[in-house]
């Protein structure tokens, strides 16, 4: 398969131009946090942690929106939800964490953002705003809208993007007062998180034909090619593209479901992970308390 898409070029495959974009935000974050935090009003330096998590969270933005992935994205649905499963799931986690609390707090109290904040973070609110967006932005005529548009594209994954660092911040908030939910009650938020994505997953996985014609139809899909591939390159090469078939030994329908499969597994581990976590801390927070010192016994 790598073969095969060199014939779209340097540029389709590997975003330069973004590579730069990325570069810059980890620039930004060095010098913000770093040699000039006190110039930003900071006075912690973030921790190694902390820098290894922003990092992280930079490098796999790269690779599944700059890389030849991006490009699979489009040829490929199973590697559509790979990149949605990286990129709305462990993405804003790793940038919450590692981003230091007193960036957070100068974002967050901004008056036109606080009161916004405090209402969509509410539980309900946070669970039905992104888990219905993730599932409406993969309906059919949604989707096949969105890979034809770049403005639609952008647009509805930056709204996504928004709402998944919406979903996670009020059990992985860095403010501890935006952070208030008990353990248990964090666990019932994730297990419900990961109910509320299910149909989503389920229809894809279940679905007896294909449902995207951004993947069957060559027409939609030459469309949806230009999104990130150069209008020129597209146009000399029309004549030898027949569809993503020609890049793939699966039918659309198998990779189809595998797309399902993939972002469920994705989604299960991401859970868990976040769920140990918790568990982790609530164990170790109940271990630390100390019964009180029983009264001495009269002697008699």
Same mark, same amino acid.
């Given at each position: 398969?790598?073969?095969?898409?060199?014939?779209?070029?340097?540029?389709?495959?590997?975003?330069?131009?973004?590579?730069?974009?990325?570069?810059?935000?980890?620039?930004?974050?060095?010098?913000?946090?770093?040699?000039?935090?006190?110039?930003?009003?900071?006075?912690?330096?973030?921790?190694?942690?902390?820098?290894?998590?922003?990092?992280?969270?930079?490098?796999?933005?790269?690779?599944?929106?700059?890389?030849?992935?991006?490009?699979?994205?489009?040829?490929?649905?199973? $590697?559509?939800?790979? !990149?949605? /499963?990286?990129?709305?799931?462990?993405?804003? +986690? *790793?940038?919450?964490?590692? =981003?230091?609390? &007193?960036?957070?707090?100068?974002?967050?109290?901004?008056?036109?953002?606080?009161?916004?904040?405090?209402?969509?973070?509410?539980?309900?609110?946070?669970?039905?705003?992104?888990?219905?967006?993730?599932?409406?932005?993969?309906?059919?005529?949604?989707?096949?809208? $969105?890979?034809?548009? !770049?403005? /639609?594209?952008?647009?509805?994954?930056?709204? +996504? *993007?928004?709402?998944?660092? =919406?979903?996670? &911040?009020?059990?992985?908030?860095?403010?501890?007062?935006?952070?208030?939910?008990?353990?248990?009650?964090?666990?019932?938020?994730?297990?419900?998180?990961?109910?509320?994505?299910?149909?989503?997953?389920?229809?894809?996985?279940?679905?007896?034909?294909?449902?995207?014609?951004?993947?069957? !139809?060559?027409?939609?899909?030459?469309?949806?090619?230009?999104?990130?591939?150069?209008?020129? =390159?597209?146009?000399?090469?029309?004549?030898?593209?027949?569809?993503?078939?020609?890049?793939?030994?699966?039918?659309?329908?198998?990779?189809?479901?595998?797309?399902?499969?993939?972002?469920?597994?994705?989604?299960?581990?991401?859970?868990?992970?976040?769920?140990?976590?918790?568990?982790?801390?609530?164990?170790?927070?109940?271990?630390?308390?100390?019964?009180?010192?029983?009264?001495?016994?009269?002697?008699?």
């Amino acid at each position: 398969m790598w073969l095969e898409l060199q014939i779209f070029g340097f540029r389709a495959l590997w975003s330069p131009y973004f590579f730069l974009f990325v570069l810059g935000l980890a620039i930004a974050y060095f010098v913000i946090t770093g040699p000039y935090r006190e110039r930003f009003g900071g006075h912690d330096k973030p921790t190694r942690k902390q820098q290894v998590f922003v990092y992280t969270a930079l490098a796999l933005l790269y690779i599944v929106k700059g890389s030849p992935i991006d490009l699979l994205t489009h040829i490929m649905l199973s $590697a559509h939800m790979a !990149q949605m /499963a990286i990129y709305y799931l462990v993405f804003p +986690i *790793l940038l919450i964490k590692g =981003i230091p609390a &007193w960036i957070w707090r100068k974002v967050v109290y901004l008056p036109v953002v606080r009161p916004v904040l405090n209402l969509l973070t509410k539980p309900i609110i946070s669970l039905l705003l992104f888990n219905t967006l993730f599932s409406v932005y993969h309906m059919p005529i949604v989707f096949d809208f $969105a890979k034809t548009s !770049q403005i /639609a594209h952008t647009t509805i994954s930056l709204i +996504i *993007l928004v709402a998944a660092f =919406i979903v996670w &911040w009020p059990i992985l908030s860095p403010l501890k007062e935006a952070n208030s939910l008990r353990p248990l009650l964090k666990i019932g938020y994730i297990f419900a998180n990961s109910v509320l994505i299910t149909p989503a997953c389920v229809l894809i996985i279940f679905a007896d034909h294909t449902l995207f014609d951004t993947y069957t !139809q060559g027409g939609a899909w030459i469309q949806a090619m230009q999104l990130c591939v150069p209008g020129d =390159i597209i146009q000399g090469l029309s004549g030898q593209l027949s569809g993503p078939q020609m890049f793939s030994n699966m039918s659309p329908l198998e990779d189809q479901q595998l797309g399902g499969i993939i972002m469920k597994i994705m989604q299960e581990i991401t859970y868990g992970v976040i769920l140990a976590r918790i568990f982790y801390g609530w164990f170790n927070a109940e271990s630390l308390k100390v019964d009180p010192i029983p009264a001495e016994t009269q002697n008699y």
